[in-house]
């Protein structure tokens, strides 16, 4: 176990999002705290005066004393893809969490049933209460469902599954679709940032349109020189031809400008935001409130980038950026 927040936890994207349609879909037993709040996207609350028909109302999925042989188990469905690290969260169960835990993960077109193959992802493994225990993955094999066993019984507050989406570009993307080259869903992933004091740099690329000024990636207020950036890994190396920028619900937040570089890299361990070899796409654009901004960038002479570096001038808040080009297969 990995007593600190690893950098699996800010490099990958939590594939058990119900926005990228994950789904819990079983358990053995959820009789103090439902299955379902295992994936909520919101950090676990403690309400200590909340109690329902069964006894304290907890926020995750909390199974009965068990009074006979065997433990307890609830299956996921995730967003397919690749996992390189697990957060077993226990928050706020003190004297009811499961001591153990280990994890089985299948792939499939259909959910699990009986006959499913369930191979060891996480062999079993000591946890901690009221803690987040995070675990290290190191499958190289895509996933499309999880199954999360408690030995023997207790309460888990969430469950994260940090990796990257798969997406078989072959199949669905031929070289003349244009696609959002830097989407959650089409293997994207946000590597670093210089800041993200109000929300997280991820929901640059999530799907759909931000919800709220916290779905989306927001620096603190800069009170010196410079200018705010973050760097993405594109699902694909393409040709970035147009770029969207939406700065929805942030109305005296939103950057006055923003710009676009970017680079083709072999690794992710070369990427250093001040290097010499980003190449310009988008050269600084004025930025409005609450709005959608596009810029057609299909003339820039960058070429297939598989990294973006984005740039806001010079803080502030964005909620999605969306980078439409053509997946580069040479």
Same mark, same amino acid.
């Given at each position: 176990?990995?007593?600190?927040?690893?950098?699996?936890?800010?490099?990958?994207?939590?594939?058990?999002?119900?926005?990228? &349609?994950?789904?819990?879909?079983?358990?053995?037993?959820? !009789? !103090?705290?439902?299955?379902?709040?295992?994936?909520?996207?919101?950090?676990?609350?403690?309400?200590?005066?909340?109690?329902?028909?069964?006894?304290?109302?907890?926020?995750?999925?909390?199974?009965?004393?068990?009074?006979?042989?065997?433990?307890? !188990?609830?299956?996921?469905?995730?967003?397919?893809?690749?996992?390189?690290?697990?957060?077993?969260?226990?928050?706020? !169960?003190? &004297?009811?969490?499961?001591?153990?835990?280990?994890?089985?993960?299948?792939?499939?077109?259909?959910?699990?049933?009986?006959?499913?193959?369930?191979?060891?992802?996480?062999?079993?493994?000591?946890?901690?209460?009221?803690?987040?225990?995070?675990?290290?993955?190191?499958?190289?094999?895509?996933?499309?469902?999880?199954?999360?066993?408690?030995?023997?019984?207790?309460?888990?507050?969430?469950?994260?599954?940090?990796?990257?989406?798969?997406?078989?570009?072959?199949?669905?993307?031929?070289?003349?679709?244009?696609?959002?080259?830097?989407?959650?869903?089409?293997?994207?992933?946000?590597?670093?940032?210089?800041?993200?004091?109000?929300?997280?740099?991820?929901?640059?690329?999530?799907?759909?349109?931000?919800?709220?000024?916290? #779905?989306?990636?927001?620096?603190?207020?800069?009170?010196?020189?410079?200018?705010?950036?973050?760097?993405?890994?594109?699902?694909?190396?393409?040709?970035?031809?147009?770029?969207?920028?939406?700065?929805?619900?942030?109305?005296?937040?939103?950057?006055?400008?923003?710009?676009?570089?970017?680079?083709?890299? #072999?690794?992710?361990?070369?990427?250093?935001?001040?290097?010499?070899?980003?190449?310009?796409?988008?050269?600084? &654009?004025?930025?409005?409130?609450?709005?959608?901004?596009?810029? #057609?960038?299909?003339?820039?002479?960058?070429?297939?980038?598989?990294?973006?570096?984005?740039?806001?001038?010079?803080?502030?808040?964005?909620?999605?950026?969306?980078?439409?080009?053509?997946?580069?297969?040479?």
């Amino acid at each position: 176990m990995i007593r600190s927040a690893p950098d699996f936890v800010h490099c990958y994207i939590d594939l058990a999002q119900p926005r990228l &349609g994950a789904q819990v879909l079983s358990a053995s037993d959820e !009789f !103090f705290a439902r299955k379902e709040r295992l994936i909520k996207p919101q950090a676990p609350v403690f309400i200590a005066d909340k109690y329902d028909d069964h006894g304290k109302w907890m926020d995750g999925w909390e199974t009965r004393r068990r009074r006979e042989a065997g433990h307890d !188990f609830c299956v996921v469905k995730i967003c397919a893809g690749t996992v390189s690290g697990l957060d077993i969260d226990t928050t706020h !169960f003190t &004297g009811n969490y499961p001591s153990h835990a280990s994890v089985d993960a299948c792939s499939g077109p259909a959910d699990p049933d009986a006959d499913t193959d369930w191979k060891p992802l996480l062999s079993k493994v000591e946890l901690q209460g009221d803690s987040h225990n995070y675990f290290s993955i190191g499958s190289d094999a895509a996933w499309t469902h999880l199954r999360l066993n408690i030995y023997p019984d207790g309460g888990v507050a969430r469950l994260r599954v940090y990796g990257q989406a798969h997406c078989d570009w072959s199949a669905g993307n031929p070289p003349d679709q244009v696609a959002d080259l830097a989407a959650m869903s089409n293997g994207g992933r946000v590597l670093a940032c210089n800041d993200m004091h109000y929300g997280h740099m991820s929901n640059l690329i999530a799907p759909g349109r931000g919800v709220n000024m916290g #779905d989306g990636w927001e620096t603190r207020r800069r009170r010196g020189p410079g200018h705010d950036w973050v760097i993405l890994k594109l699902g694909h190396r393409g040709l970035v031809q147009s770029v969207e920028v939406d700065t929805a619900f942030f109305k005296g937040n939103y950057p006055h400008h923003c710009s676009l570089h970017g680079a083709n890299l #072999d690794r992710d361990a070369d990427i250093d935001a001040g290097a010499p070899y980003w190449l310009e796409i988008l050269p600084q &654009g004025l930025l409005g409130p609450d709005r959608v901004h596009r810029f #057609d960038v299909s003339g820039n002479p960058a070429g297939p980038v598989s990294h973006i570096r984005f740039n806001i001038y010079p803080d502030g808040g964005v909620s999605r950026l969306r980078l439409y080009g053509l997946p580069d297969y040479s």
